[in-house]
């Protein structure tokens, strides 16, 4: 009997001990809300606050700086052939848009109607595939010129956006991802996101980056790396070291937007109204990349 009330107590401290880590990293994620971020029109509270951060944190480096665009309102990022295609959103503002690399110069923009609001990107084949957020509406493009192909209704909203090779992968704000068929745009399955058994909500960007789903969470410097069998968060990466570089008082919003270069192993990331994209390089041993 004094052996299970020693176990039981050894049992106990040790679950209290993971919980105050967890917290004391959930406090360190959440980001108040400015008033760029309030233009995201989404009514969040003042402190968008997570359950658990209990997975392990990443180291990365900064390995080059781009120039972004400070007036892009960015909701999905893609690279392609040596180009940016960025989903940018607002009421009345959205857009799609290619990008240089190098010099954040705009080689071509396509306009949206002013109803809708533009979310997710990704390519599929020779079209481009872009979501909005409340209007249950997706777009597709033809991947050389941008030119509005057609429509497509779905149910909920949109908010990121990727693909496997096989399924186009979806968020709409919760913890849960759906696997959708690129033929008709319906759901196959889905999972829902978790860290140690926490749902993860505000799920929000996507990339599929060497077989896991890199995901922003809405309102924090964060990018949770996600298993897309399980929805398990196999680790985290805190991006708020690249507010560094920022003016103070500028009119920066949050992190949003990865893209993967699969042909030089490059990883960009950049967030609403950001001047900067950045090149990181997860330096963490146990990640590839």
Not at 58 to 83: C, I, M, R, W
Not at 160 to 170: D, K, S
Not at 181 to 200: A, L, S
């Amino acid at each position: 009997m004094r052996f299970w009330v020693l176990f039981w107590l050894f049992v106990s401290s040790v679950s209290l001990f993971a919980g105050f880590f967890c917290t004391r990293w959930q406090l360190a994620a959440t980001i108040p809300l400015s008033s760029t971020q309030a233009a995201d029109q989404r009514g969040a509270s003042k402190f968008a606050v997570l359950q658990s951060l209990c997975a392990p944190v990443s180291a990365y480096k900064v390995v080059k700086t781009y120039p972004h665009d400070p007036e892009a309102f960015t909701q999905g990022l893609f690279f392609d052939n040596g180009f940016l295609y960025e989903s940018t959103g607002l009421y009345g503002r959205s857009s799609i848009r290619k990008v240089e690399l190098e010099t954040g110069e705009i080689i071509c923009i396509q306009s949206m109607p002013d109803h809708l609001f533009g979310e997710g990107l990704v390519k599929w084949k020779d079209t481009f595939v872009q979501l909005t957020w409340r209007s249950q509406t997706g777009l597709v493009y033809a991947a050389e010129s941008l030119e509005r192909l057609r429509t497509f209704s779905y149910p909920g909203e949109g908010w990121g956006l990727t693909e496997n090779g096989e399924f186009l992968i979806v968020s709409d704000g919760s913890a849960i991802i759906r696997f959708w068929d690129p033929n008709n745009f319906q759901e196959v399955r889905r999972i829902e996101v978790t860290d140690h058994g926490n749902p993860v909500k505000h799920i929000n960007e996507l990339e599929y980056i060497k077989g896991k789903i890199y995901a922003n969470v809405w309102h924090t410097d964060l990018i949770a790396r996600i298993s897309p069998e399980t929805g398990e968060v196999l680790g985290w990466l805190d991006l708020a070291g690249l507010r560094k570089g920022f003016h103070a008082g500028s009119n920066v919003g949050v992190l949003n937007g990865i893209a993967y270069d699969p042909l030089q192993d490059r990883i960009f990331v950049t967030g609403k109204f950001w001047p900067s994209l950045f090149e990181i390089k997860i330096i963490d041993p146990g990640i590839d990349p």
